[in-house]
């Protein structure tokens, strides 16, 4: 045992060679080196230096199942010299490396479930067993339990890698959260990874939310790290971000000051449902034309067989808008519109009431109306980029539609129009601290943009809000001066005396970028580090927060397939494991991460 723990990767190559230089032909296999023959009842056994295990020892056999053992299984070899052997053997001319490996094999039937979201009772389909059966008779078929046991192992080892990559970043970590009922009873990249999946009691009130998200800061200790939370407008959410900022304030970066962050989505689906609620009979005829159309199948395949005869492009089927979401009413209006000519048909062939001339062209304004919405919408939920830098500018473009004179012509869309600038100025009347100086953190924009903002809406205060807006920039610039300052070269700081990195950044003219153009602000930031050090570290901050809820609503689209209704009884661990292990990508784990993770299986 000690002589194992102390052995070096050169003493196990020595070994190696020593092994191949004098050992007798029939035993020039590497494997040689940390493997004895013993005669044990008059049965030769090859016996493992190391924890001195019997194993078959047949001439003319191979020795597959003592690299197997050698490489994977013997935890009392460091893990160093397994790979170094490991190493040797790829080497081996003339080797097949295509040897079957169990112990490889069970880690991707974990990256199957984990991915395709397959239930684990699969795993005891006969069919299944008969499948894997056939394609290696050897391997002897792993059941459900073992199954759940290898994803949660999986998920662990996931789960430890991210807490370990959220230690050494250098910047805050800002989150999103939402809710959602079950059919239980229970570096410059913006990085979006799932990291609890939890259930909180019932009934879902301020400190259910709030406890929930207590128990995931402090499960990552990231009370200390975490920049801002994401929520919907729901009153809960307001109450559980309040009493959180009491309890856990002080510990906090900037003391919490700004950590709640509003869904923008969420607040446009406020602003155009009150809209849509001044104008309910608009588009009432054409919702009935489309509710007959959709209720049956052969209705659907009379539209569809008008929409042939007509010559219009064929159409699976037709879109029904959902109370509370807007968008939903905006796509069942793209769909209608193309679909007018075989809808009219339809409506005088059932003898239904047919939506008028008029009606069609309320349709057609409110269409146009919406579709702009629906753009700002889509910018809001993406995920994969940041959006933090765009909200006030979008902001401003649904402030200007809203207040575009051209509606006054159309009763129509002046209710609507004026129904959503009452939600408007409700709740983006004064829009978050944190979100200006992401602005700011444009160099496209800069201050100028957001001085422009205050001079469009609320022109008699723009030097007192520039006056307040410079005050927290600055105050954020200090703190991470405290906390990174220590980081850069002597040069550096003797460069940075007179005026700081925020004034420089400030008084620089900013960035054009002409019509069109994918201005990439990450990449701005990553190419001009070495420029500004500490305000870099800042706008990792700042860009990285998420304006929308999207990223949590898209894991319950994850969670609603693993845990549908043929599959209800996982326990609220092992769906967590599931959600989180998907989003964390563990069907990108090499093979030999696998083998190394997995090899204290018994196969």
Known sequence: MERVSSATATEVEDAISTDQSGRSGKKRAKVWAYVDTELIDGVEKAVCKYCKLQLSSVPGKGTTHLNRHIGYYCHHIPQEDRDTFLASLKNTPGRDNSVFDPVVFRGLIAKYFLHGEVAFRKADDPTWREMINYCQPSFNVVGRQTVRADCMMLYEEEKLQLQDKITKLKSHVSLTADLWSSNQTWEFEL?????????????????????????????????????????????????????????????????????????????????????????????????DIIKVATSTPSRLQTVNSIVQTLGLRGKSGLVLDVPHRWNATYDMLHEALKYKAALNRFAAEQFQDCPSEVEWQDAAWLHEFLEQFSDTTKAFSADRHPTAHMFVKM??????????????????????????????????????????????????????????????????????????????????????????????????????????????????????VRAGENFNVLAWWKKNSDAYPILSLMARDFLSIPVSTVSSESAFSCAGRILGKNRTSLSPETLEALVCAKDCGANEIENRYLKRKLSHFKI
């Open 191 to 287: 990085q979006k990874k799932i990291i609890a999946f939890k259930q909180i009691s019932y009934p879902h009130n301020s400190f259910a939310v709030q406890d929930g998200i207590t128990a995931c800061l402090m499960e990552w200790d990231l009370v200390d790290r975490v920049f801002s939370v994401t929520l919907d407008n729901a009153s809960v959410n307001n109450r559980a971000i309040r009493d959180l900022r009491a309890a856990l304030g002080p510990q906090m970066f900037f003391n919490g000051e700004h950590l709640h962050v509003r869904c923008a989505a969420h607040v446009l689906n406020i602003m155009v449902q009150a809209g849509l609620q001044v104008i309910p009979n608009a588009i009432k005829r054409i919702r």
């Open 395 to 512: 902001m401003m473009a649904i402030r200007d539609v809203l207040l575009d004179e051209a509606w006054n012509a159309n009763s129509l869309l002046n209710a609507l129009a004026e129904a959503m600038y009452t939600k408007f100025e409700k709740y983006w009347a004064a829009p978050s601290m944190i979100l200006l100086i992401a602005t700011v953190l444009d160099p496209s924009m800069k201050a100028d943009f957001v001085k422009f903002y205050f001079m469009t809406v609320e022109s008699a205060e723009v030097q007192e809000k520039m006056r307040e807006l410079k005050q927290y920039l600055n105050q954020y610039y200090l703190e991470r001066v405290e906390l990174a300052f220590a980081q850069f070269s002597s040069q550096n700081s003797r460069t940075r005396l007179e005026r700081s990195e925020l004034d420089l950044y400030l008084d620089d003219p900013r960035v054009v």
